[in-house]
Structures are given as C-alpha cells and as structure tokens.
C-alpha cells in the first residue's frame, strides 16, 4: 500500500519500520545494508466477467476484470496484481426545492437544501479542499460518458414510481499526492426531478496504484465500471418487490387522502424515499449506510497511509501515528513513542523521562 506521508506536526520525522519504545523524531542509528529485492509483478490476465454478489449473496452484477483481478477484497472493492486497489468512497445525498412545503419538510428532518449546478462545481466545492489539506492537487478532470451511460442503464431497468426526469453523469479525475504519487478518483453523479424538488447524489471510486502499474490499471479500472452488466433476474426481483410495497404504499396513501392534508406529505415522503432507494441501489452493496461520510473519507486516508489516529487522554489534541501498536504515549510536542508492551511507561523509562508523556487512545 503506497502511502500518503502527511506529517501532522512539523518537527516530526516518519521513520518507516518504526517500532516498540522507538521515539518518532530520533535519528536512526547506522543500518546493517539490506539488499532490497523487487518482486516481480505478473502481468494481467485475459479479461473475463466477475460477478458481483449483494449483502445476500444474491448475484447482482459481472464486472470486465482480468482473471487474476479479484473484487469484494477486504476494505478493496476492487484489487489487482502489483498491490493495486480500489476503494469506494460513500454516497452523499442532496435534495433541492422551491416549494414551501418542502422546505419546511427539510428542515425538520435537518437536512440542510442544496442546489445542483454542475458536476464540476461538486468537485471543486467537495473534493479539491480535502485533497488540498492532504497535500495533494488535482491534475486533470475529463467526463466519462460510458460510465455515466453504464450508471443510466441500471437505472433505466429499475422499476419507478412515476415517469422522471434524470441526469446521470461520470468524471474522472485525477491527481497527485504531496510525494508526486498518483492517483485517480471517478465521481458518479445523479439529478433526479421529482417536479417540486430536485434529488442528486454522488459517490466516488478511488484506485490507489504504484506510480509503474498506475496507468495500465487506470485504463483496466475505466473499462471495468463502463462494461458492468447487470443480472436480469436479480433486477426483476427487486422490481417485484418495489412494485408490492408501491401497491401498497397506495393503498395506505388513499385511505390517508380522507383525513387531513396530511396524505400530501405522505406522498412527497414516498416519491423521496423511493428515489433514494433506487440511487443507492448501486453503491449499498459496497459502503456502510449508517456511517457519515466524513468519518469514512478520514479512515480510508488511514487506511491508504498505515496510519491510525490517535487522542491524548490528557489534552485531547489528537495525532497521527504507524499502526502496528497496541498502545501509544504522546508529549507535548507531538512525538509519540508506540509499545506492545502493557505494563511499559515512558515517564519511568529513563531514555525519555527528561519529559512528561501521556497515554493516548487510538480513534475508531
């Protein structure tokens, strides 16, 4: 896993291979030579269909990859030879209304109304200031109409409540991190007009590649979400299912017609919800739908780094520390000293006791 070495305090050094009782910021001492040997990366496979499996196992979709491409790898949803993978970032959801009404209905659910105006404003708007304290930049941005046309078949095929109005859209950029590494994040867009309100999500696709194996797997990646097929008997199971709970959702719906003017509301409700449901169809099998999307972005830039997060019990200023521990103490100048050790102190250690260290826990 290549990492995006983001030091969080100035005067600290990363050190790789840091570990038990090692200070971060010491000087190494002299080295025994090490002849470093590159393993050889096979080449990729012939390009067979991979299917796609839902949280129940049901086959939901094939994917183009190569044979010897694997997906659903652990926190990858996509990986490759040569350490390559692709990770999927989690959707996020707006919703945009003139109506009084529904402004009303938005804010009490406390989700705050925003406009769509351009996929490329999204990304200026959501993306670039996060890479941006990351350290990295963006490079290039080109629309993908394949993927976007892939993304409209699906939806195309799913069963709808009433006749709608939708825009689909895919744009892939790319970028470099604070070493010059790149690499590549695909935005999947969607704008859906349900008459008084405007519904639009997007999520994000990212390969993490070596700088040798980046462009071959960008092109293997790209023509992988254009070629995805979907299952016919899987699309019509779900059919039938949205289309039992519509006839009933009407049924309910009439009767509520006769009380009050609260049916509308209802209704509204139902178009909404329905269409989140429909969005979401494609990227639920992958992302936790509980889990906020700012919490998951910080845990997958973890992830990518080898690095945890952690907070100190005493200040609660949090750090950036190497996994591989199962404790952590932290000083005042944001040096960290990791141990396995259960019964080690620093404050007793006397290497270190020239200063106070307090313990820190690590972040989930």
Known sequence: MKALMIPLVTSCVVVGGCRENKVEGDTPGPAAPEVEKRLEVPPNGKVVMHKLFDD???????????????????????????????????????????????????????????????????????????????????????????????????????????????????????????????????????????????????????????????????????????????????????????????????????????????AFEAQQRAFHEKNDAINKSIAETYASRDAASDRMHHRFVNYIKDEETVKNTATGTRHQVQTGANQYWVNGNGQYVPSNDPNYDPNRDPNLNHQPWDEAEVED
């Open 56 to 262: 129940k196992f049901m086959e939901m979709a094939a994917m183009p990859l190569p044979d010897n491409w694997i997906v659903n790898n652990g926190k990858a949803v996509i990986s490759g030879p040569g350490n390559v993978n692709v990770y999927m970032v989690p959707m996020k959801t707006f919703m945009f209304s003139g109506d009084p009404m529904m402004r009303q209905l938005s804010a009490r659910s406390g989700q705050p109304m925003r406009p769509f105006e351009s996929i490329e404003k999204v990304i200026q708007q959501d993306l670039v200031p996060i890479a941006r304290k990351e350290g990295a930049k963006l490079v290039k941005q080109y629309a993908a109409p394949d993927i976007a046309a892939s993304d409209k078949g699906f939806s195309d095929l799913l069963y709808k409540v009433a006749p709608m109005r939708q825009l689909f859209l895919a744009q892939v950029t790319e970028w470099t991190d604070k070493r010059g590494e790149p690499y590549m994040m695909v935005v999947h867009l969607s704008a859906t007009d349900l008459g008084n309100m405007v519904s639009w999500n997007y999520y994000t696709h990212a390969l993490d590649a070596p700088k040798e194996r980046y462009e071959e797997s960008k092109k293997v990646v790209l023509q992988a979400l254009a070629g995805t097929r979907y299952n016919p008997q899987y699309v019509q199971s779900y059919n039938q299912g949205e289309m039992a709970r519509e006839r009933a959702s009407w049924a309910a719906h009439h009767q509520r017609m006769q009380a009050n003017k609260a």
